[in-house]
């Protein structure tokens, strides 16, 4: 089915602005299916799996009628397990944090019952819990059901197979007659079904059945790491990987430019794309990334919907998706036309239980991984210049070189010393930014840190010529040329100007065109529009210590 825009369900802006936060550019299915039946008050009949996106599917309307002034019970939720329980509560309370005033708890055994007491003796709007404890709650006389509007068993295929029939009919029927209700599980065995027929009215009932993956030349992986080392732990993938091209997916329109700008200003070779970007923009970068210009292309799912390019080797999701249908199409960018691919995942925190979803619904597995460390992204380096050699070695064209490296052996030196002392230079020239020094360990990375690679001067390949500068070949249309009066005896790098020109400006940095970087001065293509802007802004400021001029260049 078409999914649809949240802006199109008639929904408070409060709970948009906050969709908007989470990331959510479009209702999944379920929610574009449930949400404006459950606003209209119908009973509800849900078959749908766990990463379908169902608990915005049954919160966004619970909180859309809850009265915050009323310190009463008014919604109830029912899961299997503490587990779905507490996630159900996060999202909610993430949902609802424009709403002021609404108070979400949740309940469950294996913590104490006087501390849940407490909290529910302080008025909660949505309690969510297992039907055990919920059932305490009610002889306690800390859970009132009288003002319960809406009831919403979430997983109940899972709680029936645990054998809380009993607990949770003896809940419902002590609920309101006058109540709402929605029901979802992920199956229709028939004791569900008669749970439906006891208990809910002319419900209306919504399928959403998960795709199948059908990828199986894609190498799924995974890295658990903590939130805010995850930029460290994606740098250090792609210099131990190398792939050719790699999709970047991001949650957010903000986590994608704020990626692209870290990774450019880190030497890669980085741009970013989503809806909020015009159509030239996003015109100007797929035509980059299909052409090789870029090797790494940040997006969000829905921009990324008109990505269709063979030649990507990795996928990563630097965030894990809402839904399990999105991690499906994301992961088979890769491997097309009969290649293989390789998936890579950043999980931190509670994103493990969503990784466990994926592969239990898509029957596939998830390998897990160590971050690389310096050891392992350096000896690959040094694996691949060690090819690059021997190449060198068979096409015999050094000749010229002997003499000279003869004249350097002495009865203390040997050539065996020279090719050392040449070979590291090379790794010190390539490795000359190092990675940002954090503590990768979760739980066990090793605690040491590779260099990576300058993108924008790797082998001269893309982006340079021999001495790793790109030569001027005509300026982008839309695009205006600028002179800046630094270049590389200031040892100035491409980031650095990214990172001037978004910090000065406040510019997405994935707007930042070609860098022409010579020895005494650099030139720099921005969006024309935005040209002046940048001029004012840069005119006098400091590029790593040195005071810059900029203008506008003059032809070439």
Known sequence: MEKLKFTELNLSAEILKAVADMGFEEASPIQSLAI????????????????????????????????????????????????????????????????????????????????????????????????????????????????????????ADEMLDMGFRDDIELILKNLPEEKQT??????????????????????????????????????????????????????????????????????????????????????????????????????????????????????????ARGIDVDDVEAVFNFDIPQDIEAYVHRIGRTGRAGRTGQAFSLIAGRDIYKLRDIQRYTKTTVKRIPVPSLADVENVKISSFMEKLKETLKQDTFEKYITKIESLITDNITSVDVAAALFEMMVEAENDKQHEDIDLNVP??????????????????????????????????????????????????????????????GMNGNMVGSIDIYDKFTFVEVPSQNAQQVIDALNNSNIKGHRVAVEKAQGK
């Open 182 to 303: 929605a029901f979802f599980s992920a199956t229709m065995p028939k004791e569900f079904m008669a749970l439906t027929r006891k208990y809910q009215v002319r419900p209306e009932t919504i399928k959403v059945v998960h795709e199948k993956l059908t990828v199986p030349l894609i190498e799924q992986l995974y890295c658990e790491v903590r939130e805010h080392q995850k930029v460290e732990a994606l740098a250090r993938c792609l210099d131990m990987y190398d792939p050719k091209l790699s999709l970047i997916f991001c949650n957010t329109k903000r986590k994608v430019d704020e990626l692209a700008a870290q990774l450019q200003i880190r030497g890669y070779s980085a741009d970013a794309i989503h809806g909020d970007m015009n159509q030239t923009q996003r015109d100007r970068v797929m035509d980059k990334f299909r052409n090789n210009k870029i090797e790494i292309l940040i997006a969000t799912d829905v921009a």
């Open 36 to 155: 404006p039946k459950m606003i209209e008050g119908l009973d509800i009949i849900g078959q749908a799996q766990t990463g379908t996106g169902k608990t915005a599917a049954f919160g966004i309307p619970i909180l859309e009628k809850i009265n915050a002034k009323e310190k009463t019970t008014q919604a109830l939720v029912m899961c299997p397990t503490r587990e779905l329980a507490i996630q159900v509560a996060e999202e909610l309370k993430t949902l609802s944090k424009y709403k002021r005033g609404v108070n979400i708890i949740p309940v469950y055994g294996g913590q104490p019952i006087f501390r849940q007491m407490s909290a529910l003796n302080k008025g909660a709007h949505i309690v969510i819990g297992t039907p055990g404890r919920i059932i305490d709650h009610i002889e306690r006389k800390t859970i009132k059901l009288d003002h319960v509007k809406t009831v919403v068993l979430d997983e």
């Open 444 to 505: 066990s990375f090793e605690r040491d840190f590779s260099k990576k690679r300058d993108r924008f001067g790797k082998s001269g390949k893309k982006f340079g010529d021999k001495k790793g500068i790109r030569r001027h070949v005509g300026v982008e249309k839309g695009m205006t040329r600028l002179f800046i009066n630094i270049g590389k005896s200031k040892k100035v790098r491409p980031g650095d100007f990214v990172g001037a020109i978004a910090g000065e400006t």
